[in-house]
């Protein structure tokens, strides 16, 4: 298993205004991701976080909307820039651990902007 | 493209009942099958994964099942609790895809003592 940290765990933001999401695995892990969770709605992926490398992005996210860092194999970090009222959601990183990759997820980083 | 159903959206019992979520997957390559617990405001927790080559995954009073013939997986809940109230998510990995998650959306159960 691997215990994932994940901070701020809620922020009230002004729009306009960016925030940095922390993301920090116990162990050294090979696949990182980031997801969004809207009000009321299941999870959506925003992009993988390759280490050394640009993130992978999913269809609808850019990078100059949520740049991605991934320094090293247990650290990654969500920005979630010029923000507004459509983008408070949960954001939520993720980490593929072991052979089977199973999945484990902080806990989440409830943002509202007002 | 890969796409993960949910029913029922919502399900209400009685503390002690058994009960069973369903999950269904259009794509039958699928990598492994994952059931996560959610409780409000937070984030997930892995309940089980089931890998392609496997039928079922046991921890307690949970029962995973993975029928990829059919598309299908399900989550069975014994002696259902109130501390069992919870949105449980299942969601299929594509080993194709980089390992990402492709999520259902949510089974919201409530156990009533």
């Known amino acids: 298993s691997a215990v994932i940290s994940q901070k701020p765990s809620r922020d009230i933001c002004q729009r306009g205004t960016s925030l940095t999401i922390q993301c920090q695995v116990d162990?050294?892990?090979?696949?990182m991701f980031w997801y969004r969770q809207q009000p009321g709605q299941s999870l959506t992926l925003i992009a993988t976080?390759?280490?050394?490398?640009?993130?992978?992005?999913e269809s609808g996210f850019v990078i100059d909307k949520f740049p991605i860092s991934r320094p090293n194999l247990t650290f990654s970090t969500l920005t979630v820039s010029n923000m507004s009222p459509e983008d408070s959601s949960i954001y939520l990183c993720?980490?593929?651990?072991?052979?089977?990759?199973?999945?484990?997820f902080g806990q989440g980083t409830r943002l509202t902007v007002v | 493209k890969q796409e993960v159903t949910q029913i029922p959206a919502a399900l209400s019992v009685p503390e002690g009942e058994n009960l069973v979520l369903n999950c269904s997957f259009t794509?039958?390559?699928?990598?492994?099958l994952q059931w996560f617990r959610q409780d409000p405001g937070k984030g997930l927790t892995s309940l089980l994964l089931?890998?392609?080559?496997?039928r079922e995954q046991t921890s307690g009073r949970l029962n995973a099942s993975l029928d990829k013939s059919s598309g299908r997986s399900t989550l069975y809940i014994a002696a259902s609790q109130p501390g069992d109230s919870a949105t449980y998510l299942c969601?299929?990995?594509?080993?194709?895809?980089?390992?990402?998650?492709?999520f259902g959306q949510g089974t919201e159960l409530s156990v009533k003592p």
């Open positions: 976080a390759n280490q050394g490398s640009e993130a992978t992005y």
């Open positions: 089931i890998q392609s080559s496997q």
């Open positions: 993720s980490a593929l651990v072991g052979e089977n990759t199973e999945a484990f």
């Open positions: 969601a299929g990995g594509d080993k194709d895809q980089g390992g990402k998650l492709i």
């Open positions: 794509d039958s390559a699928i990598y492994n």
């Open positions: 162990s050294q892990v090979t696949m």
